[in-house]
Nanobody, 120 residues
Framework: QVRLVESGGGLVQAGGSLRLSCAAS????????MGWYRQAPGNERELVAY???????SYVDSVKGRFTISRDNAKNEVYLQMNSLKPEDTAVYYC??????????????WGQGTQVTVSS
């Protein structure tokens, strides 16, 4: 059973930093793209940052220059370093990954989410 488990959320003041981690576990053959999404109350879930197997990254405009996504392919982990946090970054953050399990077909997996709250 493949699982994604996030950690690192919490409460921080505006201007502060948090680092989110997401670990994929289970019988995994390979992982393609990995990403972080977020969903604030009343809003749709949005893609915040994405990283390919080779390390190419992309970000939503609102976090460019403040957030950095990275991954450790050997550990099957992805990270999101969030600096200069703003109240509008408050949301539940979800890890997402495109995983080929053993046995099975390639699927898109989601973590359970971790709350990030930025106070003004």
């Amino acid at each position: 059973q493949v699982r994604l488990v996030e950690s690192g959320g919490g409460l921080v003041q505006a201007g502060g930093s948090l680092r989110l981690s997401c670990a994929a576990s289970g019988s995994i053959v390979s992982i393609n793209g990995m990403g972080w999404y977020r969903q604030a109350p009343g809003n749709e879930r949005e893609l915040v940052a994405y990283i390919t197997t080779g390390g190419s990254t992309s970000y939503v405009d609102s976090v460019k220059g403040r957030f950095t996504i990275s991954r450790d392919n050997a550990k099957n982990e992805v990270y999101l370093q969030m600096n200069s946090l703003k109240p509008e970054d408050t949301a539940v953050y979800y890890c997402n990954a495109d995983i080929l399990p053993l046995p099975g077909n390639r699927e898109n997996y989601w973590g359970q989410g971790t709350q990030v709250t930025v106070s003004s």
